[in-house]
Each structure stands twice: as structure tokens, then as C-alpha cells.
């Protein structure tokens, strides 16, 4: 049994399509004076998210349906739609960062996915540790921290270009740099939380 696979296929499905609509008019026409810089920028970001989202959302709502000697499942509507809301939510979002036309508008706008994406951070881990009483630690809760890095590195860029005064372009290539190390270890953390998973006992087919 797998509830929520279609769903959660249409939904990234969606979320991705809208993300290659936008690098497609950020790669057509760009950001003024920073088209490549600014087309690997939301590559990087875009990736992350769609990389973090498909595995989540796989781990939280079909992997306990995978399990043959489970024999309750609990109701998780209100969670899953709650997180393909922010999913699409993040979709559109990074579509208008795509039409930006300047990079402090680009920079913006960029800012706001990892700011949205520590909301949904804070709202997982309030639903997970007040709302069900859970209080152990979840495999997930670094997201909260990592957005947080993320968001004070597009601030401090925003800041650097526009009062002190940096060369954007200076701006733009550190931005990059750190893009890089925060997918890098986002994604490291996500192959070690998918690696831990132990079988959950034989299948039907193996089991004949």
C-alpha cells in the first residue's frame, strides 16, 4: 500500500515543472549584467529544495506504507497537504525569482525561499514536538539551522552590494561558493538519513 505516492509525484512534479519554466526565462533573458551568475544561483537553490522535498516527503508519507507487518496507519492528511502547499508555495515563489530584472530584486526574492523554508522548518518541528508529543530529536531538524545559514548568507550578500558598496558580481560568485557547501551538506545528510533505513522485513514477492 502506498497512500500518498501519486500525490506526492504530482506535486514535485508541478513544483519542478515550474522551477524549468523559470531558469528557462532566467537562462532566455536573465538578470542585467549577471545572467550566468544568477542562473547557477537558483540552480543550486532550486536543486536543493526539489532534492529535499522528494526525499522527504517519501520518508514521511510512503515509507511506513512499504513495511508488510504494519497493520495501522495513521491518518496524515492534514500533514501531507500542509506540506504540498508549501511545496507549490516554494514553486511560484522561485518562478518570480526567475522574471527578476535586477540582481538586488534576484537577491531579494532569493532570500525569501530559505526564509519560507525555515517557516515550514519551525511549523514541522512545533506540529512534531508540541502538537504529537514527540521529543526526540528528528532525522529533519537540521533544515531549521540550515535555512537559517542560508538566509544570513543572501543577507549578508544583499548587504555587502548594496551598502558597502561590493561589486556585484564579487557578490555573486561568493554567493555560489556558498551555495555549493550548503547543498553539499544538505544533500550528504539526506543519502546518510536514506542509508540508516534498515529493511522493513520481506516483501511479498520475496517472501514467496
Not at 57 to 64: F, G, I, L, N
Not at 83 to 90: E, N, T
Request: with cysteine; net charge neutral.
Amino acid at each position: 500500500m502506498r497512500r500518498f505516492e501519486q500525490a506526492i509525484r504530482v506535486v514535485t512534479a508541478f513544483y519542478a515543472v515550474l522551477l524549468g519554466f523559470g531558469l528557462k526565462n532566467l537562462l532566455d533573458h536573465g538578470v542585467e549584467g549577471a545572467k550566468h551568475s544568477c542562473l547557477v544561483l537558483s540552480t543550486l537553490l532550486f536543486l536543493r529544495f526539489l532534492l529535499g522535498s522528494a526525499n522527504h516527503m517519501w520518508y514521511v508519507y510512503v515509507r511506513d506504507d512499504l513495511d508488510p507487518g504494519r497493520s495501522e496507519f495513521p491518518s496524515r492528511r492534514w500533514p501531507m497537504m500542509f506540506d504540498c502547499c508549501f511545496l507549490i508555495l516554494f514553486g511560484f515563489l522561485a518562478l518570480d525569482i526567475c522574471y527578476s530584472t535586477t540582481v538586488p530584486k534576484f537577491l531579494f526574492l532569493h532570500l525569501f525561499l530559505p526564509v519560507l523554508a525555515h517557516i515550514w522548518a519551525f511549523c514541522y518541528m512545533v506540529h512534531r514536538e508540541w502538537w504529537k508529543n514527540e521529543k526526540t530529536p528528528d532525522v529533519w531538524d537540521y533544515w531549521f539551522w540550515l535555512n537559517a545559514v542560508q538566509a544570513f548568507c543572501i543577507a549578508f550578500a544583499i548587504f555587502a552590494g548594496l551598502d558597502w558598496g561590493w561589486n556585484w558580481t564579487l557578490v555573486l560568485v561568493s554567493l555560489i561558493f556558498a551555495y555549493l557547501a550548503l547543498l553539499g551538506w544538505d544533500f550528504y545528510k539526506q543519502l546518510e538519513i536514506l542509508e540508516a533505513l534498515r529493511p522493513q522485513g520481506k516483501t511479498n514477492r520475496e517472501a514467496n
